[in-house]
């Protein structure tokens, strides 16, 4: 399937540990497609004692070392955000790049709405899609620090539980992400929320390319998870990009 490939990397690691049998595999949370390789082990002697076979069984105690998320079809809203694009003195570069990023794997787009600078009509917006049921907000514009960036605070004015303002990533260190809880019908899901800095709407690869597989793949992230990127968040701007087939995003 099309989907996510987690790794229990406490658990690889004991496996390896033990000696005489070795797994080798690609990296944890990288979007894997039907047919992709994705691991492999030998018997480092040839021939090993059927005891530490067993022990390995044991260190693992039924939990799997490797599973695959696969991508939900997510409904996707859009708001871009800013007076000049609202007001037609500039086109919007930010929806086409958005669209095809989340078609990449297999959301659907309910469409676009353009607002002001103004806080309370971008709020507005987003609670619209939601209750059109989108299942995630990309809000886009008015993400750095000048006074008259708005955009942190219309997220935050949502209710929406905001995880992290910023991310050791570049591109990407101005990146906002937000969860808010739902209750439709006696029933509460959860929407993501991301507040996308200008470079995702011009750089090849950005920290909307490491959190959109995992959200995508319902994979909850963490503050702890943003936090641990800054080891392989520098993207090099590669000339010929092979990712995620390369280090951006990947730790140790």
């Excluded at 037609?88 to 669209?99: C, N, Q, S, T, W």
């Excluded at 600078?117 to 059109?132: G, M, S, V, W």
């Excluded at 929320?193 to 709407?201: D, F, Q, T």
């Amino acid at each position: 399937v099309r989907g996510l490939l987690k790794i229990d990397t406490e658990l690889l690691d004991r496996i390896n540990s033990l000696g005489d049998m070795m797994i080798a595999s690609r990296h944890n949370n990288t979007p894997v497609e039907p047919g992709d390789k994705l691991c492999g082990t030998r018997i480092i002697p040839l021939v090993i004692e059927k005891e530490k076979m067993e022990e390995a069984v044991k260190v693992c105690g039924g939990k799997k070392i490797f599973t695959i998320l696969p991508y939900q079809n997510k409904k996707v809203g859009i708001v871009t955000t800013g007076s000049e694009v609202y007001h037609g003195r500039i086109k919007d570069a930010f929806g086409p790049v958005l669209k095809e990023k989340v078609k990449e794997f297999g959301g659907e787009v309910m469409g676009q709405t353009i607002t002001d600078d103004n806080p309370e009509h971008t709020r507005k917006a987003i609670l619209e899609f939601i209750a059109q049921g989108a299942d995630m907000v990309l809000v886009s514009g008015g993400m750095s620090v000048d006074p008259d960036d708005k955009t942190p605070l219309a997220i935050k004015n949502t209710g929406a539980r905001v995880v992290s303002y910023g991310a050791p990533v570049l591109p990407g260190a101005m990146f906002l992400l937000a969860y808010l809880e739902v209750e439709e019908e006696g029933k509460s899901r959860t929407v993501a929320v991301m507040g996308l800095p200008g470079c995702v709407m011009y750089a090849k690869r950005t920290i909307f390319d490491l959190v959109l597989p995992r959200v995508m793949a319902d994979d909850e992230v963490t503050e702890e998870n943003l936090a641990s990127l800054g080891q392989g968040g520098l993207c090099l701007n590669c000339p010929v990009c092979t990712f995620p087939n390369c280090g951006f995003g990947k730790g140790v």
